[in-house]
């Protein structure tokens, strides 16, 4: 059974870092590819970066492009988001996508 689930959110002030972590288990995590999502209140969800299986190849969407990192763990099977300069425009619920699965999603809250 394929398992996704994110965790590391919370509550963040402008400005500044948070690291979601996104743990997986029942599929060869090492083989695919891999997404984050999020989704705000009232809005679609947006895709936000792409990893390849690999982990050499990154793909960003432009909202996000040089402030967060997507990275890729195959010997632990977790998949990373490190965000900095964090807006209040980027609070949301937070996805990681695999193997044709969601996570539940993780709330990210960006405030003063």
């Known amino acids: 059974q394929v398992q996704l689930v994110e965790s590391g959110g919370g509550l963040v002030r402008p400005g500044g870092s948070l690291t979601l972590t996104c743990a997986t288990s029942?599929?060869?995590?090492?083989?695919?590819?891999m997404r984050w999502y999020r989704q705000a209140p009232g809005q679609e969800r947006e895709w936000l970066a792409t990893?390849?299986?690999?982990?050499?190849?990154?793909n960003y969407a432009s909202s996000v492009q040089d402030r967060f990192l997507i990275r890729k763990d195959n010997a632990k099977e977790r998949l990373y988001l490190h965000m900095s300069s964090l807006k209040p425009e980027d609070t949301a619920v937070y996805y990681c996508?695999?193997?044709?699965?969601w996570g539940p999603g993780t709330q990210v809250t960006v405030s003063s």
């Open positions: 996508y695999g193997h044709e699965s």
């Open positions: 029942g599929f060869t995590f090492r083989n695919h590819g």
């Open positions: 990893i390849t299986a690999d982990g050499e190849i990154r």
